[in-house]
């Protein structure tokens, strides 16, 4: 799963890295404690509305989400709250992300993430885990909702979630769940609004996860990371795990 994860660089820095177009409002600033329910940044590739030609201009955009999908059928958002995270390999059938597989692809942009193993006494151990240099990139899904019955000037919301598989490499000796994790070559085959998405298309994104997996490194980290309301850079330094004896 990933329940906790860290953006330590500006937007700015992100425009430039992931060639994005368009900039939207009110980005959240970096954070290196990041839980379901905030907003967080999402990079998506849209086409005009109405227009899916093949010569139609994809513009990619840097927009800020809550995580935590919310479906457009939802009655209320509540149900974003259990959405924060959607198995890839169940994405496609489940009514809660079908529509988004197939239309509403997202990358969601990262420093890092942290994930806790358990020990056989019961005490959990967090770890940060990221990649050596430049972002870690999940694949993500988005959705716009609004109100049942909202009327033509209620505004839309924005929401998203982080895709996860089984754990592979060295991970797996952490969690037994890890976000599918992309390439930077491969950004732009899994945005591509033109490609209506399915099981078949999550599958390879999720299997090519797990070499970017292999690259990954990890440290024991401050349990304070536990609490949400603690949030500075202190979070990632790496300590000596605790021995569970």
């Given amino acids: 799963m990933c329940g906790r994860f860290v953006v330590a660089r ?10 994005i177009d368009e900039v939207g409002d009110d980005l959240p600033d970096p954070s290196w404690n990041i839980p379901p ?11 005009p509305r109405g227009n899916d030609a093949p010569d139609a201009q994809i513009t990619r955009r840097l927009e800020a989400a809550s995580w935590g999908l919310v479906p457009i059928w939802a009655k209320d958002p509540s149900v974003g709250v259990r959405a924060f995270n959607a198995r890839s390999e169940t994405a496609a059938d489940k009514p809660t992300f079908r529509a988004a597989v197939a239309k509403r ?10 994930e806790w193993r358990k020990h056989p006494d019961g005490s959990k151990q967090p770890f940060y885990i990221h990649p050596s240099d430049g972002p870690l990139l999940f694949a993500g899904l988005y959705e716009w909702w609004r ?21 592979a490499g060295p991970l797996a000796t952490i969690h037994d769940r890890m976000p599918v994790f992309v390439d930077p070559d491969e950004v732009t085959s899994w945005l591509d609004p033109r490609v209506r998405g399915d099981g078949h298309l999550v599958a390879d994104i999720a299997d090519r996860g797990a070499i970017v997996a292999e690259r990954l490194e990890h440290v024991a980290v401050d349990p304070r990371v536990g609490n ?8 990632i330094e790496p300590i000596a795990e605790a021995d569970p004896t």
């Fill in 37 to 47: 329910t905030s907003r967080i940044a999402i990079v998506a590739d849209t086409l």
């Fill in 10 to 19: 500006a937007s700015s820095e992100l425009v430039a890295e992931l060639d």
């Fill in 105 to 114: 692809r997202a990358i969601v942009p990262a420093s890092g993430y942290y």
């Fill in 147 to 167: 109100p049942p019955g909202a009327g033509p000037d209620e505004p839309w919301s924005l929401s998203a979630t982080i895709l996860t598989r089984p754990s």
């Fill in 228 to 235: 949400v309301r603690v949030d500075d850079p202190t979070l």
